[in-house]
């Protein structure tokens, strides 16, 4: 069964103690298996598993630096792996 594309989305001005705290939250929930993102939009939980890819870019110019994360990872890429292929005419 496909899983409908759900996404999340959250764009605010924070310091620096708010964003380590939302950090650690993240970083809680991925030790967990399971982490919700939310606000007064709109929800989404995710459930990392296995091996995650992890992206880390950083940028600076004269006025503006940023600092971007990604983890990504494929549900169900063990299990696809584990399926066993059969070929043949006989039924």
Known sequence: MKQIKKQF??????????????????TTGLGKGKVVLSDD???IILKPEGLLNLKVSA???????????????????DTAKDRKLIVGDKK
């Open 9 to 26: 989305s959250h764009d605010s001005l924070q310091d620096a103690n708010s964003i380590k705290a939302i950090l650690k939250a993240i």
């Open 41 to 43: 939009q709109d929800e």
């Open 59 to 77: 940028s600076q110019d004269e006025d503006r630096s940023s600092l971007t994360l990604r983890v990504s990872w494929h549900a169900d890429r």
